[in-house]
């Protein structure tokens, strides 16, 4: 198969002059320096965008304060979440046009970018749009004693916090940017988004399409530009009022810190793990097979929630491994932009570098490879999809984030033996439990240390329901009615009468 032809608007936009998006328009930029967008399948330079200074910022965090407090405050709660409603079909009309977009920049299959990145998009902008009308407080019914008749009465309010700094990786550009902007918007913050360094495009377009949904100007702005300049401009401005974080551990705790020292900004992360999944000895091993691929290896393995450790019975795992390595043979790897492709690129250069690295560590351990293990003949940035097997629960391998098509597997005998390795991680971020007995998944349920936890199913998110790290993947939640109270403060009012 050959790739798909690219739009006429794809096209176009990779040639403009495109740098950041402030105040309801496309601005060049102050500085000379430009930075070069590569697209991951084959290795070459498709644009150049603007590196952002410190007078983006500026004006971006200037524009989103007046918007906050100008015309997004006179914008009511109902037409905050139509405006919203308005965006999310905008991104369907655009879909196409915003998927080669994203496929070209990460990497991601153009299926999974039409799929995830767009309509996943457009539903959770819906869910958003639905709450903007319906945030609100309470009364209570106070306690103080009456001197002279007097009486009380009291509620709450919640207030949207005010300019938000959104940071966003390069896995899905999209989709997690709009779980920023959606919220923010629905509870009446403005928002400031920065997106990778890797992937700098789509969101200018997203941003032009909020302009043609009726967002006044200001209510979001894009400063494109390297993280760790950027960064600290971004959450040290006096006007950035919360840093709404996803990205890696480490990047994570130094946002975090940033945002603490300076006035005890409100900050939620959204980080990392090394999310584990367990197969309990009735699942067969084909379901086991089917259960892996859904678990590990989609979008290359580049995805917060993908499971990287592997628990299998000790009585399956060589007939399961053996299975998997024949599934994943079978996998047609190639361009994000051929519809026929199942596996495609790491997203850039650093990260499949580090990939390369962690196999050569793997070997240096003496773990075996059962599967994969190298790069892919270039051009672009391929490596086999890998089964590891571990000798240990203290491998590398089964420790640290590879956040790549890596699959490390151990086998265990004892279901109690089970959950003491599930849990034996510094991070809890997602798991997953496989088995046919339903009672017993869910008394396994509050002993699994995981901010969500899947059973008979992985990486599936609903705006419905809550999603978030426990220990060092995260602080916070988004979705559900859980974001809430990341978004607004709580005000207290007290009156005599
Ligand atoms: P990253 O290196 O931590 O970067 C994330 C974002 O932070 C990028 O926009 C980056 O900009 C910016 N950044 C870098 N240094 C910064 C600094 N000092 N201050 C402020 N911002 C800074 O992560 P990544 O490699 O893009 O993404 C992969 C990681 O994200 C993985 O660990 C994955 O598990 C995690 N992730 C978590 C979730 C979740 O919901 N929990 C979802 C997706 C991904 P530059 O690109 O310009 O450096």
New binding site residues.
Partial sequence: MSEIRLLEQVSSFLTRNNGHYINGRAVNGSGSERFPVVNPSSGEVIAEVNEGTAEEVNAAMDAARAAFTGSWAQTSPMERGNCLNRLAELLQQHREELAQLESLCSGKIIQLSRLFELDQSSHFMRYFAGWASKISGETMSLSLPSMQGEKYTAFTRREPVGVVVG??????SIM?AV?KMAAALACGCTIVL??????PLTLLRVAELAKEAGIPDGVINVVN????????L??GHPHCAK?S????????I??GK?AMADNLKRVT?????KNGAAFLADVTPDAMVNGILEAGYMNQG????AAERFYLPKSHIDEVLQKLAQRLSQLHIGASLDESTEFGPLANR??YEKILALFDKARQEGNEIVYGGNALQGPGFFVEPTIIRAKSAQDLLMRE?T?GPVCTFLAYEEEEELIAMMNDSPYG?AASLWTNDLSKALRMVDRIESGTLWINMHNFLDPALP???IKA??IGR?FGSAFIEHYTELKSVMVRY
């Fill in positions: 940071i966003v990786p390069w896995n899905f997690i779980w920065k997106p990778s360094e890797f992937t530009g390297s993280g760790r300049t950027l960064g600290p971004l959450i840093v974080f996803t990205g890696s551990v480490p990047t994570g130094a946002v940033e992360l959204e980080l990392g793990g580049q995805i917060c929630a650093a990260h984030e956040f971020l999603f978030g790290g993947s995260g988004e």
